[in-house]
């Protein structure tokens, strides 16, 4: 094939001097770490805002929550993120387009925007599991809610939801792990996150395999935290006598 | 206590209960029985105001529950109810589904209400297991539970929606042999079972529906001594046969 292996490029500096290309894959890795993790953090609450209004007893509040989900769930994610980033900050009414055009740098837009787009995409993932979650549950446990006095917050605060998040946590791992996965599509719209730095280096030092194998595995690293974290969360949250528990 | 005047309900055009009127008064246990189908689950939860219903009026304790002025989860929570399925929160220890409800909606402190909790617990003869999860408990043992659940609200009745109908039929008795008790201390009950034994030994009045009609409310003696309807007579030469 009469391919150079060089696994040495990771310890030389870029041609502006200041650092090394490791440090650029280390600064693409925290950027993909901090934006996913934020997106997923409004995810969840959104997501659960809109999982639990399509099961309230109330058809305008049902059907808003459903249009939300549809919205979200049946736009290509690329197309949303280049409306997010390229679109809204042209008719954002009172002057809020300017002003996050002209005010934030240019890293700050694109992290907004990137962050913002996969939350809402994300959260309409996660209102369909928590709608599901909220559904699985045995009919009588509202009505045992209610019946003691409860009113339909606190039964879905103290009855539903924790049973609900506990029968989701493993769709919920599968959508953790996308929305790292899916954090690479913001390199589109220039922001420097992990997929995006590996293809700077493969324009910097002409060796794409050692490029790419890297951001694999620290795709794969990424992962496999998250997984694990989840395996705990889910572990701690076991209900004794209930669902392949001791 | 509850007065139930002419309710009627319709899901879309099928009608669950036509003009459906009776009493509880204060102290008494009516048992609510019919074959299935027949609306009387339906009617129970519209005594609560789980269930809505379109016409008639139902008054507990002098609050209309179809009011919609009507402040509902204050009025449940004087209200007990026990369910089939026994509907304990899984997730919650014994003493935690036992004192939730008198923290969270009667503002009770943590211990009076574990106090009365496990004072209740103890009736019901589970007092070792107020550490457990409802999943590590049998179905008899969850239902009494329920009950002490119920109880530990001080509710001014009491709403039975067939509590026996999931249980094996060992576990039916311990069952019954709390509600009893509660019926023989005073304690208003509306109950919907098939529990005939029951009925004989502490009802007051049975209820007999049918196609979402009560065909029959009578003093247990005339009911089974000499059932008036056709359709009632029917029943019981069916349940009471084995």
Known sequence: MGYQWNWSIFGSTVPTGETTYLVWLLSGLQTTILLSLSAWLLALALGSLTGVLRTVPSKPLSTLASAYVELFRNIPLLVQLFIWYFVLPEILPFGLGDAFKQQLSPLTQQFLSAMLCLAFFTSARVAEQVRAGINALPRGQRAAGLALGFTLPQTYRHVLLPMAFRLIVPPLTSECLNIFKNSAVCSTIGLLELAAQGRQLVDYTAQPYESFIAITLLYLVINVVVMGLMRIVEARARVPGYLGSK | ?242
């Open chain 2, 1 to 242: 206590m509850i007065s139930i005047q002419n309710v009627s309900k319709h899901y879309g055009t099928f009608q669950v209960l036509t003009d459906c009127s009776t009493e509880v008064n204060k102290g008494e246990v009516i048992v609510v029985c019919g074959p299935s189908g027949s609306g009387k689950s339906t009617l129970i939860k519209c005594v609560n105001g789980l269930e809505p219903f379109q016409s008639g009026t139902i008054t507990v304790d002098g609050v209309s529950v179809g009011d919609p002025k009507t402040n509902l989860s204050k009025l449940r929570s004087r209200v007990g109810m026990v369910f089939q399925h026994f509907e304990l929160f899984p997730h919650m220890s014994i003493t935690d589904n036992l004192t939730i409800a008198q923290v969270k909606v009667l503002g009770r402190s943590k211990d009076e209400a574990t106090d009365k909790g496990l004072k209740l617990l103890d009736r019901v003869g589970l007092k070792a297991h107020a550490a457990k999860f409802p999943g590590q408990l049998s179905g008899g043992q969850q239902q009494r539970v329920a009950i002490a659940r119920a109880l530990a609200m001080d509710p001014i009745c009491m709403l039975f929606d067939e509590p026996t109908s999931a249980l094996d039929p060992e576990m039916i008795n311990e069952v019954l042999d709390v509600m009893v008790e509660l019926a023989q201390e005073g304690m208003t009950m509306m109950c919907v079972t098939h529990e005939m034994g029951f009925a004989r030994k502490v009802a007051n009045r049975i209820v007999f529906m049918d196609q979402g009609q009560i065909v029959e409310d009578d003093a247990k003696d005339a009911f089974f001594g000499n059932p008036r309807s056709e359709r009632a007579r029917q029943f019981l030469a069916k349940i009471l046969t084995h």
